[in-house]
């Protein structure tokens, strides 16, 4: 999958967005890459909730 | 030409060629609680659908009524008028007693509408004011025979009284007698009231006699009045026997609902018998009246009809239960029952219908078809239907199934996560003993023991009740409890109960994510399976620590001038404000469970206009008109400085000490390099206590006390999130006292990603995770003159209640130790 064309997803409980084009700096998480790529042991870097708490946006 | 109204899309005949005019009358706030509900939830989308049905189920002509106390009736119709007119085919009649709300209506309405009603109750007042607004808009009307004196009860007065709204009408006015619709009215027989004996011969007598001295007039009757008080099932075979008489007398239209009248071919001789005896007051026992024998015989049967009528619709009650309970619709869920218990009895109905369709509806959630709010839904039909059926059950019957206690542990106020699994067990056939909050392992013991539970669920919202639950193992232990227990909440982890609370206690102990999990357990442990919960590094896996990577703290940031020092209170905060904080994904997706699951984009943006946002909408509205909402502040500037991992705060003459984390891996932060050393200089930090007062958590009591579960989990969800949004407003009222609030975030997820200068920590948040901090903070702020206090468990009260450290300088953001 390539980065533009990924979609982003949200927390639902804190309402983080995660947008692969910037990745997550705060968890080391390089641009380009995708909500589904992300490792298991990724959580929410606002509010450490994991990665079944995100809702892909529309 | 023949009489006839009309819609924007189609013209309906007055006159039908077979039957009566059928009027739906589901859309009146009045006669339908349904429709009342969504009226009140401001969902006009879901109104449209009750309005949609009636059409499909037959109806010529659409009653719509939306006069109810409390409501602006004039916007509530503009609206629904609007919406209706476009949307469904069948003409309107614009129901309402306010001749300016139905001159408003009939001119927006593209069509001719009918205008139910006009009456002589106030001498004649009202009627000179419609009847021209009939006129110019060419619509039909009801004309109720309601004098001066009342309800016209006889033949000679309910045609006396149409006569003189005819000459009204008619000759002041120049009406049409076809644009005339007379009701002649109906009171019940059903009641046993002695004086109404006679009130269907009166009522079909003037129908007669209107016809006949009124030439080219209407009449219209609300039909179902005539069995008020009767049971269900023989209600609907009255109504359809004396319709079909009102027909024969000429009865042009009825208000009923089309979906339940019987042709008279399904109705068997010997019941048509009775409602006729009923109808026309045929003595034929000189010991019984009419009404005994029709009452007696439909104690005894379950008409034919009844099942005939469910198979004509290819269901039968019993899948009609199960149906309402899984869609979560209260709609005539008694007569549903009260047809079901002629034939199985009260547990019947219990474990062979509504338990399967309350799993069935665990089973969809647990796929994702369908979210929290519609379980909770589904629960509240499932309770009121069980609170139904329990008059019916003998006592014996409620012995075999399995029984749960659950409480709050010990320092602990936090009941929504309790109660949320009470009403998942309960409602899925468990008897569940709910002992309340803050309860000693002692108690728990005691009550295990007197009541005989097979399980015990404890529940707690913070880590300091997680280590309660840790350090009253051995309790349970010792006292020989000898039950599983099942643990939940949202501070504990798998990990911590299989290391922490699972040594302790040697019968099973069961982590529970939600309250599902805790119906999978009780399930698991039926059927002998229930499993001790492990955790293994290996599957499981240790979570990522969040917070910026490549950071050198810059020790020479300026230290802004506090306002004060010391601590102050605020109490009179205005809410209104508050709400543009509210965190609007948090609150639906998080909080309330409206998440997108399986539904495509266009579907949920539906949902969350059609059905969610109406209802935020109206909790805003009631927060501010119910005063529900009374934001307070307790919170102060302090001289500090840091030594190491401990910052010291000043208070006067008190030093306070706050030692924190430091993280073990780089950049190693702990939040004192965000302050000054005293070589330094030293520095400044805030504190602040805010809630938004008791009232909306008495509010949500009550909700649940009335077994309201959706609207229960809604109010608490939004309770906490504008309490939450109260933090965020607070925050930013302190940076600007600071005056460094100058790079403010423009929407909320500026918000969201801290894009202002500095930080707040909540404590029990990774960065300052001890608690115990409360007790410094309370002694600088004294947040008990907002009425806030602190449990032994650390816990603030009431519930909404947030509490934080104030970092200013930039650099500080969350971070994870
Ligand atoms: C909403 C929320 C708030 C709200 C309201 C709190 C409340 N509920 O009344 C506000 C904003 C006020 C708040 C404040 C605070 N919060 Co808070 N809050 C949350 C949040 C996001 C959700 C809690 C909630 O209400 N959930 C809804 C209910 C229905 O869920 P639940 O109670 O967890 O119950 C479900 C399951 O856990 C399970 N379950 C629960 N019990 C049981 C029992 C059995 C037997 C079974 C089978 C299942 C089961 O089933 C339930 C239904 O599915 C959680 C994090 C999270 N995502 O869970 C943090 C969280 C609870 N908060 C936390 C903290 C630290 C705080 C504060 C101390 C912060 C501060 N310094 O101000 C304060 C304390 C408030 C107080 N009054 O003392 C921490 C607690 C950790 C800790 N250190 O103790 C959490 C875990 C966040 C985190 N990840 O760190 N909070
Ligand atoms: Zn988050």
């Excluded at chain 2, 069995?227 to 269900?232: E, I, K």
């Excluded at chain 2, 509240?380 to 749960?404: D, F, G, R």
Aim: net charge negative; glycine share 8%; proline share 6%.
């Amino acid at each position: 999958m390539n980065a533009t064309t990924a979609k982003k997803y949200i927390c639902v409980n804190c309402g983080y967005i995660y947008d692969p084009e910037l990745g997550d700096p705060m968890n080391n998480i390089p641009p380009g890459t995708a909500f589904e790529s992300l490792p298991k042991e990724w959580v929410c870097p606002i509010c450490y909730a994991m990665q079944d708490m995100f809702d892909p946006l529309s | 030409m023949k009489p006839s109204v009309a819609s924007l899309y189609q013209a309906v005949e007055l006159k039908q060629d077979v039957g009566p005019l059928l009027v739906g009358e589901r859309t009146n706030a009045n006669g339908s609680k349904k429709f009342r509900d969504r009226l009140l939830e401001n969902d006009y989308q879901a109104c449209l659908a009750i309005g949609q049905e009636q059409e499909a189920s037959g109806a010529h002509v659409l009653d719509l009524c939306a006069a109810y106390a409390g409501r602006d009736e004039l916007a509530d119709m503009l609206e629904l008028v609007r919406l209706f007119s476009s949307s469904i085919k069948i003409p309107l009649m614009i129901d309402s007693t306010t001749p300016a709300c139905i001159g408003e209506c009939l001119k927006i309405y593209p069509g001719r509408a009918i205008v139910n009603s006009i009456n002589l109750e106030d001498g004649g007042v009202n009627i000179r004011k419609v009847c021209p607004m009939l006129k110019t808009y060419g619509a039909a009307v009801v004309a109720l025979t309601i004098n001066a004196r009342g309800m016209a009860m006889t033949a000679d007065d309910k045609v006396a009284t149409a006569r003189e709204i005819y000459d009204i009408a008619v000759g002041e006015f120049g009406l049409r007698p076809q644009d005339l619709m007379f009701d002649a009215l109906t009171f019940t027989i059903g009641a046993g009231d002695e004086t109404l004996r006679d009130a269907a011969v009166q009522t079909l007598n003037a129908i007669k006699r209107i016809k006949a001295e009124m030439p080219g007039v209407m009449t219209i009757l609300g039909v179902s009045n005539i069995s008020f008080g009767l049971a269900p099932h023989s209600r609907k075979v009255l109504n359809s026997v004396f319709l079909h008489e009102a027909v024969q007398a000429g009865l042009d239209a009825a208000i009923i609902d089309a979906g339940k009248v019987l042709p008279l071919s399904k109705i068997s001789p010997e019941d048509l018998e009775l409602s006729l005896d009923l109808l026309y007051d045929r003595v034929k026992d000189p010991l019984k009246s009419p009404l005994m024998r029709f009452i007696e015989h439909y104690q005894a049967h379950v008409p034919e009809t009844a099942a005939d009528e469910a198979a004509t619709r290819a269901r039968r009650p019993e899948q009609i239960m199960f149906d309402l309970i899984v869609d979560g619709d209260k709609d005539g869920f008694e007569d549903t029952l009260s047809i079901l218990l002629q034939r199985r009895s009260a547990l019947a109905i219990i474990n062979d219908i509504l338990v399967p369709a309350m799993r069935h509806v665990g089973e969809l959630f647990g796929r994702g078809d369908i979210l929290l709010p519609f379980v909770l839904k589904s629960a509240e039909v499932m309770k009121l239907s069980v609170t139904y059926l329990e008059p019916h059950m003998e006592k014996v019957e409620a012995a075999h199934v399995t029984k749960i206690l659950l409480a709050t542990v010990q320092g602990d106020v936090h009941d929504i996560g309790k109660n949320l699994v009470d009403i998942i067990l309960s409602n899925n056939g468990y008897k569940v003993y709910n002992i309340g909050i803050k309860m000693p392992a002692e108690t728990i013991i005691e009550k295990a023991r007197e009541l005989k539970v097979d399980l015990v669920g404890l529940s707690g919202l913070l880590v300091k009740s997680a280590i309660v639950m840790k350090e009253s193992m051995p309790l349970y232990q010792e006292a020989g409890l000898g039950v599983p227990i099942l643990l939940g909440g949202a501070a504990l982890t798998p990990k911590f109960v299989a290391q922490e609370c699972v040594p302790g206690y040697n019968h099973p102990v069961v982590y529970c994510s939600d309250a599902f999990a805790g119906l999978k357990a009780v399930r698991d442990f039926e059927a002998g399976t229930l499993k001790t919960t492990t955790w293994d590094l290996q599957v499981q896996g240790e979570k990522l620590k969040p917070g910026l990577k490549n950071i050198e703290v810059v020790r020479t940031h300026p230290v802004p001038q506090p306002p004060f020092l010391g601590s102050r209170v605020v109490t009179d905060i205005d809410p209104t404000p508050l709400f543009s904080y509210i965190n609007e994904q948090a609150l639906f997706r998080g909080r309330w469970g409206y998440r997108r699951a399986k539904q495509t984009a266009e579907a949920y943006d539906q949902l969350i206009a059609n059905e969610v946002r109406p209802l935020y909408a109206e909790f805003k509205r009631r927060a501010i008109q119910d005063g529900l909402v009374r934001p307070q502040a307790a919170y102060g500037y302090f001289r500090c400085h840091s030594e190491g991992d401990v910052l010291h705060v000043q208070d006067g003459d008190a030093t306070h000490l706050f030692p924190f984390p430091r993280q073990a891996e780089p950049p190693h932060l702990c939040i004192t390099d965000f302050f000054r050393t005293p070589a330094e200089g030293g520095d400044i930090v805030a504190f602040f206590v805010v809630t938004i007062g008791p009232e909306i958590d008495k509010a949500t009591h009550a909700l649940y006390d009335a077994n309201k579960y959706h609207d229960y989990l809604m109010l608490h969800g939004f309770s906490v999130e504008l309490t939450d949004a109260f933090a965020e407003y607070w925050h930013q009222v302190m940076r600007r006292e600071l005056g460094i609030g100058g790079a403010e975030p423009e929407n909320l997820t500026g918000f969201v990603n801290q894009a202002y200068q500095g930080s707040r920590y909540g404590f029990g948040y990774p960065a300052c995770p001890d608690l115990d901090a409360h007790k410094a903070v309370f002694a600088m702020l004294k947040p008990e003159r907002i009425g806030v206090t602190l449990t032994d468990g650390m816990e603030m009260v009431p519930e909404q209640t947030t509490s934080a450290i104030v970092a200013h300088h930039p650099q500080a953001k969350y971070f994870a130790v």
